[in-house]
């Protein structure tokens, strides 16, 4: 029986190939179908992680084979492909149980992204590595609140693991059947998130060409997870809560008020009351999402994970080679590290050491932490900075990080704008600095 990463159903034969190309150049098995039919024949035969259909197909449409996968195998997750000019109808397709949609023509690198992300879903889908007493813990009150419509606030380090529990809640949750929705309030600059959040007419603003959907729309009948909403600014903080108190929404330049029926879910890397006490979140927001708390503990304080974790993330890399194994030095090495990055840190190790092995088996050698890599390049060293470059130029790097914060008034992601860097990778620098014992302004 052979096994495939994506199956494509496209009838535009091209179109297919060149989709299948790009795939496949990313190391991907490839599988294609020219309609619903032959795609359905096709999952009968062997197991495919990930579905990227068209929508209009002559025999059986994107729709029908979505309702037949829905009813078959639920978890598989199902990407579908729009024409421009047709959001209305992705919105009802998402409704139906696509997990997302990619508006034709897309650039190649939005589409392996996209695999990127739902493949490493689809693999942990089911086998969240929980060994230590703390996971289990988190997991049992996971558990007991998935099947309520409670809105649960997820706290941990970067990297630690919130977007999973967050799936996993979905996944438990009698709206599992209806789309999980994530937005990331870092990741975005503060007027585009309004417009992601709520949606627009035509004409709203400048640039507003069509009429778009908001997350919350996208999410009725399911789950929207607001990621890092600590970093949401204080005035879409008022319209937010507005819009949990109401439970409707209009889009931006809108009329009409949409009831809304969608459960909450938010995760801060930061301690979401310390901000509340601070004056920067509103704490009448905090009360509305933090109706049941979940933390997670980082992976330094849970090293009995980290050989199940190993494994996990091995598989999901391992693409079609035979599962290479740790040592007994590498897992030992593995345990003995200190973790700033979390389990997204492992996950890097792991990407590497696939690269780096030579024998049959992965050694230490083989393990490179992240804490060894070239620091980002940044103008030569003109004073008498330390002699070791490296230490040079990371301490320069941390002083143009904290002068950067200081004009940003504090705020992670108009620093992270500035610096040109992603906000994650700005977090991750700020954890290794705050360890180095480097006092950085709240
Ligand atoms: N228990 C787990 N089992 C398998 N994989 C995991 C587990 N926990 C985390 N991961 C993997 O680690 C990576 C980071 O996890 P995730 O994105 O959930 O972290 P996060 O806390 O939401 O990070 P951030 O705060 O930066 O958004 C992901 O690739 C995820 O699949």
Redesign the pocket.
């Known amino acids: 029986m052979s096994s495939w990463d994506v199956l494509i159903v496209e009838d535009d034969r091209a179109l297919c190939e060149a989709l299948r190309e790009t795939l496949t150049l990313s190391g991907w098995r490839v599988a294609t179908a020219a309609d619903g039919v032959e795609a359905l024949a096709r999952l009968e035969r062997g197991p495919v992680r990930l579905v990227i259909s068209d929508i209009k197909m002559a025999r059986m449409d994107g729709r029908a084979l979505l309702e037949n996968i829905r009813r078959r195998w639920p978890d598989l997750p199902v990407l579908l492909m729009t024409a421009y000019g047709t959001i209305e109808q992705a919105v009802e397709v998402i409704r139906a149980g696509a997990n997302d949609y990619l508006v034709k023509p897309f650039e190649a690198s939005v589409l392996v992204e996209q695999v990127k992300r739902y493949l490493?879903?689809a693999?942990?889908a089911h086998?969240?590595?929980?060994k230590s007493p703390a996971?289990r813990r988190v997991y049992e009150l996971a558990q007991r609140v998935a099947p309520t419509d409670a809105s649960v606030l997820?706290l941990?380090?970067?990297?630690?693991?919130?977007?999973?529990?967050?799936r996993y809640l979905h996944r438990h949750s009698r709206r599992s059947r209806g789309p999980f929705v994530a937005i990331?309030c870092a990741a975005i600059p503060e007027q585009m998130l309004e417009a992601e959040l709520f949606g627009y007419e035509k004409g709203a603003f400048t640039g507003a060409v069509q009429a778009t959907p908001g997350k919350f729309e996208l999410a009725q009948g399911g789950t929207l997870l607001l990621?890092?909403i600590s970093e949401m600014a204080p005035a879409l903080q008022a319209k937010l809560l507005r819009v949990l108190q109401e439970r409707e929404v209009m889009r931006l330049g809108g009329r009409r008020t949409l009831k809304l029926d969608v459960r909450i879910l938010a995760?801060s890397?930061r301690n979401l009351r310390e901000e509340v006490n601070a004056g920067r979140f509103r704490e009448d927001l905090f009360y509305r999402i933090n109706v049941f708390p979940l933390s997670?503990p980082p992976l330094r304080e849970r090293r009995e994970?980290i050989p199940a974790?190993a494994q996990?993330?091995l598989a999901?890399h391992a693409g079609g080679k035979s599962l290479p194994q740790l040592n007994a030095a590498a897992l030992a090495k593995l345990q003995h590290y200190h973790w700033p990055g979390?389990?997204?840190e492992?996950?890097n190790v792991i990407q590497r050491a696939l690269i780096l092995m030579t024998g049959e088996e992965i050694g230490p050698e083989a393990l490179v932490f992240d804490d060894a890599e070239v620091p980002t390049p940044l103008p030569p060293v003109s004073d008498s900075r330390p002699a070791r470059l490296n230490e040079g130029l990371r301490s320069m790097e941390e002083q143009i990080i904290l002068e950067t914060l200081k004009q940003e008034n504090g705020s992670r992601a108009s620093a992270a704008r500035r610096l040109g860097i992603s906000p994650?990778t700005l977090?991750y620098k700020l954890a290794k600095m705050r360890e180095a014992g480097i006092a950085l302004p709240c």
Do not use: F, P, W, Y
């Open positions: 490493a879903l693999t942990h086998q969240e590595a929980v996971m997820i941990g380090e970067s990297g630690s693991g919130k977007e999973v529990i967050a990331n990621d890092e995760t890397n997670l994970d974790l996990t993330l999901r979390n389990v997204r492992l996950e994650r977090r």
